[in-house]
């Protein structure tokens, strides 16, 4: 059967084994899908021995998008887009192609799983780092009525926000300058909440009937969807969806069919709580 296996470090509780194989069964595909730590040092070497051996494609994952980013013969407009590789896929004429999945998987996880809108919506991000550069273009494209990103370092957003101009009005500030104003989505996408932070958020951010998603996820609800739903946030969710979006789109592009996110989601949160 046809290899694939994830990159990372560490890789000891990645999920994406688990997730590919429930998308083969019900897919009715047959491939191994394997785990690797890599050292950042080491990603070319591992990566060049993967697919002489015979691998057909690699998920990457922290800290070593950028590498697969480098090592990929050619990347999607949306990886450009991001300055990130999550997916290598190798091609029928031996060159490896880079994607980008993250972002779809977000958007797709919002729009198609939850249900919400996000096209003429005021949408409000938070955070400017790499796991936000990866959804912009999916969220642009959306067609929000406004998109702004909070951070923390504001000069930080305001640079990401450059390489998106084109794709649309994106505008920046600091936390400090969300007072008085309201949102119908917002979605943390600060490394905040892995040590259970939360960003400065006033009171009165969220518009009536707002939706919030987390990117992070976790067995209990991260402290910013606490905060959400103690604000009457009418929807909240956190990144498990997006984790099996991504998957499923590297799985897409690996197989040529698209599984259905729904029942894994599911059982992943089931193992999860
Ligand atoms: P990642 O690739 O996971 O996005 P990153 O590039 O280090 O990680 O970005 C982390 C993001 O979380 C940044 O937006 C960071 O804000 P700064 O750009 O000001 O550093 C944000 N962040 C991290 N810890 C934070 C905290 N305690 N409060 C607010 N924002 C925080």
Redesign the pocket.
């Known amino acids: 059967s046809d290899q694939y296996a994830v990159f990372g470090n560490p890789i000891a509780h990645s999920k994406s084994p688990q997730i590919h194989q429930w998308f083969a069964r019900q897919t009715r595909q047959s491939i191994t899908y394997t785990r690797q730590r890599v050292e950042e040092g080491q990603f070319e070497s591992a990566a060049a021995r993967f697919f002489c051996d015979g691998g057909r494609g690699l998920n990457i994952t ?1 800290p070593l998008k950028l590498n697969a980013f480098t090592y990929a013969d050619r990347v999607t407009e949306r990886a450009e887009r991001a300055g990130a590789v999550n997916t290598l896929a190798l091609q029928d004429d031996g060159s490896v192609l880079g994607d980008n999945t993250d972002g779809v998987g977000m958007v797709t996880d919002i729009t198609a799983n939850l249900g919400w809108d996000v096209s003429a919506k005021r949408v409000l991000i ?8 990866g959804v912009l273009q999916p969220v642009l494209e959306q067609g929000p009525e406004q998109l702004l990103i909070a ?3 504001v000069a ?2 305001l640079q990401l926000s450059r390489s998106f101009r084109d794709l649309g009005r994106v505008q920046v500030c600091g ?1 400090e300058d969300l007072a008085d104003r309201q949102f119908d989505l917002v979605i943390n ?4 909440s892995l ?1 259970g ?1 939360l ?1 400065p958020l006033p009171d009165d951010l969220l518009a009536a009937d707002a939706h919030c998603y987390d990117m992070m996820y976790g067995a209990a609800p991260t402290v910013f969807l606490r905060w959400a739903r103690a604000r009457g946030a009418v929807g909240i969710a956190d990144g498990l969806g997006m984790l099996v979006g991504q998957a499923a789109e590297s799985f897409y592009l690996w197989r040529g069919v698209r599984p259905d996110t729904a029942p894994v989601i599911q059982l992943l949160r089931q193992e999860l709580t």
Do not use: E, I
């Open positions: 922290a938070l955070g400017a780092g790499g796991a936000v550069r951070n923390r370092t930080k957003a936390f996408g600060t490394a905040a040590a932070d960003p």
